[in-house]
C-alpha cells in the first residue's frame, strides 16, 4: 500500500468503472469526473497535521493497482471511519481483507484509535462478509444502510496495553485481538487475547490452539491469557472446565472519577507524597511490590515483570506523561501508585501500600493527591481493580464510580 500520486488517475478511474463495481453506488459516483475528485482528495489529505489515509492497494508482483483502503480521523476522539474498495478483476483473492488487516492495526497500534466505523449498502453481501471477517458488528439497516462498528471494547485493558508504548502491539485475529509485548513475555497480561465475547463452553481447546497459534513465532511466553468484557457480574462456574485444567478467573473493575466526583481525602502533614526519585526510591518500589505479589507468583519472575514496568514508568515519566509517586515517612517509603497521562485520560497503576502501615488511610492520602493532580491534566481519571480487592471501597469513597467490568482466565506453568 501506498499514497496516491496524480498519475494514477487513470487506473484509478478504469478500477472504478466496472458494471459490478458500480451496483452499490448512484451512476454519478463511478462517473470518471468523480474518481478524478476523489483522487485529488485523496492526494490533497497528504498534508501535516494527516487526518486522513486513503492508500492505493498495489499489487506487488505487477505493480497493479487494484483497489483503495481508507482511515480517516472523525471529530471524536479515538474514533476513525473506514473504507475499502477493490478492482472487479482482483475480488476473491484476498487482497482487500490483507489491506483492510494491515491499515486497521496500525490506526489501533500508531493513530490512537479506539473504535472504527463504516458502512455498506444492505445489498453488498461481500462487503458485509468482509466487515465481519474483520471484526465489525452490525445495526440493523436503516434506509438500505448498514452500519458497521469495530472496537476494542475494553477500557481498563486498553488503557494497560496504552501505556507500554511501542514495546506493545495488537493485531486481529478471528474472534478478538493478539496483544504482544515482546521484550517482556513473562507479562502475562502484555501477552493476551481479547476476545470480542466470553469463551463458549466447551471452547478451552480450541482457544488454547488459538493462543499457540498466535504466539508460535514467541516461545519465551510460556503463558496463555484470554480477556473479555463482561456486561454483568459471571460466576466463575461458567467456566469449570477451564478452572478444572489450572486456569484462575478473575473479574476487574473498571472505575472512572472525574472533577464532578473527586472527595478529597485530608493530608497528613507529618508525611510527604512526592514522585520517586532516587535509586533507593525504586528500589523500595520494587520490594514493596514484591512484598505485596501474589504467592503463587515466583520472585524472579515478579523482579523481571517489575524491571519491565521501571523501564516503561521512568519512560512516560522523562517523556512529562506522570509519575510514580510514594508516601514517605523520612526516606521510608510506606505506600505507593503510579499516575500516567494519555489523551483524555489519567490512568492509575500498581497501588500498594506497606502492611505495617495499612488501615491508616496512606493509600487515600496518595490517591487523593495524585488524582488532583492528573484532573488538572485530563477530564477522567481510571482505575482498574480485582473485583474481589479490598480497597475497592477505598476508591469509590474517594468518587471513582464504577464504568466497566472485564473478565479474564490466566494459565500459567506451574498452576495445573
Known amino acids: 500500500m501506498r499514497d496516491f500520486i496524480a498519475e494514477d488517475l487513470e487506473p484509478y478511474g478504469r478500477l472504478r468503472?466496472?458494471?459490478?463495481?458500480?451496483?452499490?453506488?448512484?451512476?454519478?459516483?463511478?462517473?470518471?469526473?468523480?474518481?478524478?475528485?476523489?483522487?485529488?482528495?485523496?492526494?490533497?489529505?497528504?498534508?501535516?497535521?494527516?487526518?486522513?489515509?486513503?492508500?492505493?492497494?498495489?499489487?506487488r508482483d505487477d505493480g497493479k493497482l487494484v483497489g483503495s483502503v481508507g482511515l480517516r480521523l472523525t471529530v471524536s476522539p479515538g474514533v476513525a471511519s473506514f473504507g475499502a474498495e477493490l478492482a472487479e478483476a482482483a475480488w476473491g483473492q484476498g487482497y482487500a481483507e490483507e489491506a483492510a488487516r494491515l491499515l486497521l492495526d496500525a490506526g489501533?497500534?500508531?493513530?490512537?484509535?479506539?473504535?472504527?466505523?463504516?458502512?455498506?449498502?444492505?445489498?453488498?453481501?461481500?462487503?458485509?462478509?468482509?466487515?465481519?471477517?474483520l471484526g465489525f458488528v452490525a445495526a440493523p439497516a436503516r434506509d438500505g444502510r448498514v452500519s458497521l462498528a469495530l472496537s476494542l471494547g475494553m477500557l481498563g485493558a486498553q488503557s494497560e496495553w496504552r501505556l507500554l508504548g511501542a514495546s506493545s502491539s495488537l493485531r486481529r485475529i478471528d474472534g478478538g485481538w493478539r496483544l504482544l509485548t515482546e521484550d517482556q513475555p513473562g507479562f502475562y497480561f502484555g501477552n493476551a487475547l481479547w476476545l470480542d465475547h466470553g469463551p463458549e463452553p466447551g471452547s478451552r481447546?480450541?482457544?488454547?490452539?488459538?493462543?499457540?497459534?498466535?504466539?508460535a513465532d514467541y516461545p519465551a511466553i510460556r503463558h496463555r491469557v484470554l480477556q473479555w468484557p463482561l456486561g454483568a457480574p459471571a460466576s466463575a462456574?461458567?467456566?469449570?472446565?477451564?478452572?478444572?485444567?489450572?486456569?484462575?478467573?478473575?473479574?476487574?473493575?473498571?472505575?472512572?472519577?472525574t472533577g464532578e466526583t473527586l472527595r478529597p481525602a485530608p493530608l497528613s502533614p507529618s508525611l510527604a507524597i512526592r514522585p520517586l526519585t532516587s535509586d533507593e526510591d525504586w528500589a523500595q518500589w520494587r520490594r514493596l511490590l514484591l512484598d505485596a505479589r501474589d504467592a503463587e507468583h515466583l520472585e524472579e519472575d515478579y523482579l523481571s515483570f517489575l524491571a519491565g514496568h521501571?523501564?516503561?514508568?521512568?519512560?512516560?515519566?522523562?517523556?512529562?506523561?506522570?509519575?510514580?509517586?510514594?508516601?514517605?515517612?523520612?526516606?521510608?517509603?510506606?505506600?505507593?501508585?503510579?499516575?500516567?497521562?494519555?489523551?483524555?485520560?489519567?490512568?492509575v497503576q500498581q497501588v500498594a501500600t506497606s502492611e505495617h502501615v495499612r488501615r491508616l488511610g496512606l493509600a487515600s492520602q496518595l490517591l487523593s493527591h495524585i488524582a488532583q493532580w492528573g484532573l488538572?491534566?485530563?477530564?477522567?481519571?481510571?482505575?482498574?481493580?480485582?473485583?474481589?480487592?479490598?480497597?475497592?471501597?477505598?476508591?469509590?469513597?474517594?468518587?471513582?464510580?464504577?464504568?466497566?467490568?472485564?473478565?479474564?482466565?490466566?494459565?500459567?506453568?506451574g498452576r495445573a
Not at 493513530?111 to 466487515?131: F, K, M, T, W
Not at 481447546?205 to 504466539?215: I, L, Q, T
Not at 462456574?237 to 472519577?257: C, N
Open 17 to 59: 468503472s466496472g458494471l459490478a463495481f458500480g451496483r452499490h453506488y448512484p451512476a454519478a459516483e463511478t462517473a470518471p469526473a468523480f474518481s478524478s475528485r476523489l483522487l485529488d482528495r485523496f492526494i490533497s489529505q497528504q498534508q501535516s497535521p494527516r487526518r486522513a489515509w486513503q492508500l492505493a492497494v498495489i499489487r
Open 108 to 133: 489501533f497500534n500508531h493513530l490512537g484509535v479506539n473504535r472504527v466505523e463504516a458502512d455498506s449498502a444492505e445489498g453488498n453481501a461481500a462487503a458485509l462478509r468482509l466487515a465481519g471477517r
Open 205 to 215: 481447546r480450541e482457544w488454547e490452539r488459538r493462543f499457540a497459534a498466535a504466539f
Open 237 to 257: 462456574e461458567a467456566h469449570r472446565d477451564w478452572l478444572d485444567a489450572g486456569y484462575r478467573y478473575e473479574e476487574t473493575i473498571v472505575l472512572l472519577m
Open 310 to 347: 521501571e523501564r516503561r514508568y521512568c519512560q512516560l515519566e522523562a517523556e512529562g506523561c506522570g509519575h510514580t509517586w510514594g508516601v514517605f515517612d523520612g526516606r521510608a517509603l510506606l505506600s505507593c501508585a503510579g499516575l500516567f497521562l494519555q489523551p483524555g485520560l489519567g490512568c
Open 376 to 413: 488538572q491534566r485530563a477530564p477522567r481519571i481510571l482505575v482498574a481493580a480485582d473485583a474481589r480487592y479490598h480497597a475497592l471501597q477505598l476508591y469509590r469513597q474517594l468518587g471513582f464510580v464504577d464504568a466497566a467490568r472485564e473478565a479474564s482466565l490466566c494459565w500459567w506453568p
